[in-house]
């Protein structure tokens, strides 16, 4: 198994950024593809983006606005760990942010096949 942990989150005024990290620790990181999710209240939690195991792919969600030109997903194997960086930071992405990982090399936004989970950061974003 892999654990992992977030951090990175905080407060931040819309327009700002955050950098969030998910450091690994367990089973060999580089075997996993990392994916950020997160779940604001009263939401389901939703698919945000993915990284293959070599970070040479990656895939962000559609279905919010613009996140893949404002998010940045990316990994480190050598520290084992995985960053979303957030620019331009709107009131709508504040939410709890979670990173998850598993052990395919297929990026998918079902967080069913996700069987490794952190305990999350929260993000707010003030408007």
């Known amino acids: 198994q892999v654990q992992l942990v977030e951090s990175g989150g905080g407060l931040v005024q819309a327009g700002g950024s955050l950098r969030l990290s998910c450091a690994a620790s367990g089973r060999t990181f580089s075997n996993y593809v990392m994916a950020w999710f997160r779940q604001a209240p009263g939401k389901e939690r939703e698919f945000v983006a993915a990284?293959?195991?070599?970070?040479?792919?990656?895939?962000?969600?559609d279905s919010i606005d613009s996140v893949k030109g404002r998010f940045t997903i990316s990994r480190d194997n050598a520290k084992n760990t995985v960053y979303l960086q957030m620019n331009n930071l709107k009131p709508e992405d504040t939410a709890v942010y979670y990173c998850?990982?598993?052990?395919?090399?297929?990026?998918?936004?079902?967080?069913?096949?996700?069987?490794?989970w952190g305990q999350g950061t929260q993000v707010t974003v003030s408007s």
């Open positions: 990284i293959t195991w070599s970070g040479g792919s990656t895939y962000y969600v």
């Open positions: 998850a990982g598993r052990l395919h090399n297929i990026m998918t936004r079902d967080r069913i096949q996700y069987g490794f």
